[in-house]
């Protein structure tokens, strides 16, 4: 009964909500992920929770044929170092299922689907700040209310364990 109560209180408080909108809003789509410049800022944390780290990041991304992109993400931590990343992802379109994306970095090697308004890939990838390897989960949530708004979530794993996190909110750059 609390729990109703606290549900009610605070779905009464967002006026603006629209379900509507939620349930009609565009899906995510490779060639709209992949294609502009974004802005974002990304929040490093270990296998406790702290923060660890945070860092101003920009990604550039491009469409390279019909089921292909990449993106170049450059980053500059608050001690002015700077990093730079490529991404190439591929996509693949099926009629009843959803649509296939592998992400390619070096030695990291993920895939996943696109459904809906999300990105979901798996695979192993490099620890932040480590030499280490770990299990990687990456989900990419296209936020409905925001325009061209994506939350980025990377997973890090060993031995079923959570390794840390890393969480990055993309914006679309200005035109």
Same mark, same amino acid.
């Given at each position: 009964?609390? /729990? &109703?109560?606290?549900?009610?209180?605070?779905?009464?408080?967002?006026?603006?909500?629209?379900?509507?909108? *939620? *349930?009609?809003?565009? &899906? *995510?789509?490779?060639? !709209?992920?992949?294609?502009?410049?974004?802005?974002?800022? @990304?929040?490093?944390?270990?296998?406790?929770? +702290?923060? @660890?780290?945070?860092? !101003?990041?920009?990604?550039?991304?491009?469409?390279?044929?019909?089921?292909?992109?990449?993106?170049?993400?450059?980053?500059? !931590?608050?001690?002015?170092?700077?990093?730079?990343?490529?991404? /190439? +992802?591929?996509?693949? +379109?099926?009629?009843?299922?959803?649509?296939?994306?592998?992400?390619? !970095?070096?030695?990291?090697?993920?895939?996943?689907? *696109?459904?809906?308004?999300?990105?979901?890939?798996?695979?192993?990838?490099?620890?932040?700040?480590?030499?280490?390897?770990?299990?990687?989960?990456? @989900?990419?949530?296209?936020?409905?209310?925001?325009?061209?708004?994506?939350? /980025?979530?990377?997973? +890090?794993?060993?031995?079923?364990?959570?390794?840390? /996190?890393?969480?990055?909110?993309?914006?679309?750059?200005?035109?």
């Amino acid at each position: 009964m609390k /729990q &109703a109560i606290i549900f009610c209180l605070l779905f009464a408080g967002c006026g603006k909500f629209s379900l509507e909108y *939620v *349930v009609n809003s565009p &899906a *995510v789509t490779p060639e !709209n992920f992949l294609s502009g410049d974004r802005t974002g800022t @990304r929040i490093v944390t270990d296998r406790e929770g +702290y923060v @660890r780290g945070s860092t !101003n990041v920009t990604m550039h991304c491009e469409l390279s044929g019909a089921s292909a992109g990449r993106c170049t993400e450059e980053s500059v !931590n608050l001690s002015g170092e700077k990093t730079s990343e490529t991404y /190439q +992802y591929t996509f693949k +379109y099926h009629d009843l299922k959803p649509t296939e994306i592998t992400r390619t !970095n070096g030695a990291e090697r993920t895939g996943g689907v *696109v459904s809906g308004s999300i990105i979901w890939l798996n695979g192993n990838g490099k620890v932040p700040g480590s030499q280490k390897t770990a299990h990687l989960e990456t @989900r990419i949530h296209m936020l409905p209310l925001a325009e061209e708004t994506y939350y /980025q979530v990377d997973y +890090y794993r060993q031995f079923g364990l959570d390794a840390g /996190q890393v969480t990055t909110l993309w914006k679309r750059a200005s035109r």
